[in-house]
């Protein structure tokens, strides 16, 4: 990986003075006006707004996807945006896995493919990910359904397999985005439970919701509204 600019900092994340701006015609959106906030290693935090708050767009440039107009994004003291888009790829695929909110699997693929996914690039031979699959696909309570399609899977088993797809590598950082948004109480509670666990287990997760009652889970909150945040 070519050199960035590294910082002697004690934070997993370090977001300082970050903004992101869209253009719509003539019009200016302040996506996030200024946020300044660190996370630790280890840490469960709940990343709780409203529907255009900007807490997706937040999740986004922490996951290396989404450049910020200004500002910067360390993590583990490395400055994200120095990197080119194939290091911040390579490092995506080594530090980091990625819940979305809308599950994003893919139809015509077994539950077993689709944890793979995030194998493709690694260079581990099949055997081994296919071990690396299943073992992940019983963590998470699925062991039985392995060689089913996503659309024969409640929306509770789908969010599962969306983690174990997101872990498969074992990621020292877990995003996820609003991860219970499509789940009645129950499966929600069910799902908050498995992310508190694998917390425990030692990885960093963050998390954006809308919903209070997922926050309860996290080891603290940061609240965003209208582009700002407050810890």
């Known amino acids: ?3 960035a600019t590294v910082e002697n900092v004690n934070h997993l994340f370090e977001v300082r003075d970050l903004g992101k701006d869209y253009r719509s015609g003539d019009t200016v959106v302040h996506a996030i006006r200024n946020m300044d906030f660190h996370i630790d290693d280890g840490e469960f935090v709940g990343i709780m707004g409203q529907s255009g708050s ?8 922490m996951g290396g996807l989404n450049h910020p107009s200004r500002g910067r994004m360390l993590v583990d003291a490395l400055d994200l945006y ?17 819940i979305f909110q809308s599950f994003q699997l893919i139809t015509y693929l077994t539950v077993l493919e689709n944890i793979k996914m995030p ?3 690694t260079g581990i031979r099949a055997g081994k ?24 899977l409640s929306g509770g088993e789908q969010e599962r397999v969306a983690i174990a797809r997101a872990i498969v590598n074992n990621p020292p950082i877990l995003l996820a985005d609003e991860p219970t948004g499509n789940l009645d ?4 509670d069910e799902i908050m439970r498995l992310l508190q666990q694998l917390n425990r287990e030692g990885q960093t997760i963050i998390m954006v919701t809308h919903n209070p009652d997922s926050c309860r889970y996290s080891s603290r909150t940061i609240e965003v509204k209208d582009g700002n945040c407050y810890l």
């Open 1 to 3: 990986m070519a050199s």
């Open 54 to 61: 900007g807490k997706s767009t937040l999740l986004s440039i």
């Open 82 to 98: 120095q990197l080119s888009s194939e290091q911040r790829a390579d490092f995506r695929s080594e530090y980091i896995g990625i």
């Open 119 to 121: 194998m493709a690039i």
């Open 129 to 152: 990910q296919d071990e690396m699959a299943m073992s992940v696909l019983e963590k998470v309570g699925l062991g039985d359904k392995a060689d089913r399609l996503p659309d024969q």
């Open 185 to 188: 109480s129950a499966t929600s």
